[in-house]
């Protein structure tokens, strides 16, 4: 299976926890609404610091960086608005 980066939360023993850039399997479109977006640009924002100081809950080994641009490289059968290789962003 293909890779990419991904920054991974890993909670600790205390409050919060550590980010750590780490290889992970590239997804696959499992549904037929769902959209495979290649990250190009990714920020760290607030909801991303907050778990890291534990102010908000996440799961051990949750990938961060809901807020970026990117390529579409997949779509489900259902989409309709999008298709391979157009440019977008989310927040």
Known sequence: ???????????????GG??????????NITKEDQVLVEIKACGICGTDL????????????????????????DVGESVQELKKGDKVVAD
């Open 1 to 15: 299976m293909e890779k990419m980066l991904a920054a991974v939360f890993h909670k600790g023993d205390k409050l």
């Open 18 to 27: 550590d980010i750590k850039l780490e290889e992970v399997d590239i997804p």
């Open 50 to 73: 907050k778990i890291m100081e534990g102010g908000h809950p996440a799961n051990d080994n949750t990938i961060l960086g809901h807020e970026f641009a990117g390529i579409v490289r």
